[in-house]
């Protein structure tokens, strides 16, 4: 028999495992789960440490078969799923998970968000259920380093590493409705073959590009890349992502590189191939704002 309860700590190891096992497969793949099992683990503990329960897991026996967490944006009043996942009895347990998790994200959230690969059939068919709005689909791109050809590098003092105090300046440039915060991505920068690199012109930030280690010495990924709208079409994107291909090649020496790009942004697409990359799959967001109830009639 399976049964959905609350996310314990004495559990994180294991249920770290099984999440990272998981979402290493694209058929159920979920966006915004980390990629490391050590991260995954800090990742889920942060759920566990809230008055209001964020996390459940589907239980066969002493078996994980399902899983479902709430990322937190009190301020901005909405959440993002890591999940649902399930192993076994797939509809079943998804919607086991969802009645257990709608009822704490209806309390406090104006909006859920979710995001998997589009070989995630069980997870796009629960949002067609639910009524979630299809908001973005994205390209996942990939750059092999054995395909790489480096443009000649202009050893430009424009491009440096963003600190703690260039906070302000990237807010400003950061989308509001990204992914990651600019809070996050500094606190993300700080681990091990993350970095945010900014391009300076005239005084100012002109871009910024964040780039992650997916793998150590096999996979990284550019999350971001944004220029500002006076600057574009310059050259500072690209100059950018050569800086950032090339510290991922030839400095960290990984094999892949991937990247994102919307399926609405076709000229960005063309960019990323002209360079080199393939297209690897796709991520399709979903996003369900939360109707308020209208108070009960008075007799």
Same mark, same amino acid.
């Given at each position: 028999?399976?049964?959905?309860?609350?996310?314990?700590?004495?559990?994180?190891?294991?249920? $770290?495992?099984?999440?990272?096992?998981?979402?290493?497969?694209?058929?159920?793949?979920?966006?915004?789960?980390?990629?490391?099992?050590? %991260?995954?683990?800090?990742?889920?503990?942060?759920?566990?440490?809230?008055?209001?329960?964020? +996390?459940?897991? +589907?239980?066969?026996?002493?078996?994980?078969?399902?899983?479902?967490?709430?990322?937190?944006?009190?301020?901005?009043?909405?959440?993002?799923?890591?999940?649902?996942?399930?192993?076994?009895?797939?509809?079943?347990?998804?919607?086991?998970?969802?009645?257990?998790?709608?009822?704490? +994200?209806?309390? !406090?959230?104006?909006?859920?968000?979710?995001?998997?690969?589009?070989?995630?059939?069980?997870?796009? $068919?629960? +949002?067609?259920?639910? =009524?979630?709005?299809?908001?973005?689909? %994205?390209? *996942?791109?990939?750059?092999?380093?054995?395909?790489?050809?480096? $443009?000649?590098?202009?050893?430009?003092?424009?491009?440096?590493?963003?600190?703690?105090?260039?906070?302000?300046?990237?807010?400003?440039?950061?989308?509001?409705?990204?992914?990651?915060?600019? %809070?996050?991505?500094?606190?993300?920068?700080?681990?091990?073959?993350?970095?945010?690199?900014?391009?300076?012109?005239?005084?100012?930030?002109?871009?910024?590009?964040?780039?992650?280690?997916?793998? %150590?010495?096999?996979?990284?990924?550019?999350?971001?890349?944004?220029? !500002?709208?006076?600057?574009?079409?310059?050259?500072?994107? *690209?100059?950018?992502?050569?800086? $950032?291909?090339?510290?991922?090649?030839? =400095?960290?020496?990984?094999?892949?590189?991937?990247?994102?790009?919307?399926?609405?942004?076709?000229?960005?697409?063309?960019?990323?191939?002209?360079?080199?990359?393939?297209?690897?799959?796709?991520?399709?967001?979903?996003?369900?704002?939360?109707?308020?109830?209208?108070? =009960?009639?008075?007799?």
């Amino acid at each position: 028999m399976i049964q959905i309860r609350e996310l314990e700590v004495r559990e994180l190891h294991t249920a $770290a495992e099984w999440l990272y096992q998981m979402n290493g497969q694209d058929r159920h793949y979920v966006a915004w789960m980390a990629s490391e099992k050590n %991260e995954i683990f800090e990742q889920i503990w942060t759920l566990t440490q809230f008055t209001e329960p964020l +996390a459940y897991v +589907a239980w066969e026996g002493s078996e994980i078969v399902g899983f479902l967490g709430m990322v937190p944006f009190f301020e901005q009043k909405f959440c993002r799923l890591l999940g649902p996942f399930a192993l076994k009895e797939e509809s079943d347990v998804i919607e086991r998970l969802w009645d257990k998790a709608s009822l704490t +994200a209806q309390l !406090h959230f104006d909006a859920v968000k979710v995001a998997c690969y589009g070989a995630n059939e069980e997870l796009k $068919a629960f +949002a067609e259920t639910h =009524a979630f709005e299809l908001y973005n689909v %994205e390209k *996942t791109l990939v750059l092999f380093q054995t395909h790489y050809k480096a $443009a000649e590098s202009k050893k430009t003092p424009s491009i440096f590493q963003l600190q703690e105090q260039d906070k302000e300046r990237l807010d400003k440039l950061h989308p509001d409705a990204a992914y990651y915060t600019t %809070e996050e991505m500094f606190h993300l920068s700080r681990h091990q073959g993350n970095y945010i690199w900014g391009y300076g012109k005239e005084g100012e930030l002109a871009g910024y590009l964040y780039f992650e280690t997916i793998a %150590e010495g096999e996979e990284g990924e550019i999350c971001f890349v944004n220029v !500002h709208p006076s600057h574009r079409n310059t050259g500072i994107g *690209t100059e950018l992502m050569e800086h $950032a291909l090339q510290y991922a090649f030839y =400095a960290l020496e990984l094999q892949a590189v991937t990247l994102s790009v919307r399926s609405l942004n076709p000229q960005a697409e063309q960019l990323y191939k002209a360079i080199g990359f393939q297209e690897l799959n796709e991520i399709h967001a979903y996003q369900k704002v939360f109707t308020p109830t209208p108070p =009960a009639p008075l007799h």
